[in-house]
Nanobody
């Protein structure tokens, strides 16, 4: 089972928080880095964050640095994206996907596979 499954999206007020989850098989988490992406209406899909298979290396888009935190719980086969201080411009469908290697070599969507179905995040008052 290589497919990833996102959950945790919803409607939140500006300044609020959400935690997204990305469930994957143990095989995927043991061997591949995992990335979070988002796509707003009329915009291209953009990389948000990535975590290596070991969890030792993480990276973030400049627009979310200091607000979002990526982590993984190998016991639960899940990667999380904790989103704090949310802004209306964070509104998008959020996706997770596996990298083609065990490290985060870049944020281009073409470097990732096995996309989930996405979860909607709406930040609005």
């Amino acid at each position: 089972q290589l497919q990833l499954v996102e959950s945790g999206g919803g409607l939140v007020q500006p300044g609020g928080s959400l935690r997204l989850s990305c469930a994957a098989s143990k095989f995927v988490l043991d061997y591949y880095a995992i990335g979070w992406f988002r796509q707003a209406p009329g915009k291209e899909r953009e990389g948000v964050s990535c975590i290596s298979n070991s969890g030792e290396t993480t990276n973030y888009a400049d627009s979310v640095k200091g607000r979002f935190t990526i982590s993984r719980d190998n016991a639960k086969n899940t990667v999380y994206l904790q989103m704090n201080s949310l802004k209306p411009e964070d509104t998008a469908v959020y996706y997770c996907a596996r990298a083609t290697s065990n490290y985060c070599s870049g944020s281009a969507p073409g470097l990732f596979r096995s996309w989930g179905q996405g979860t909607q995040v709406t930040v609005s008052s």
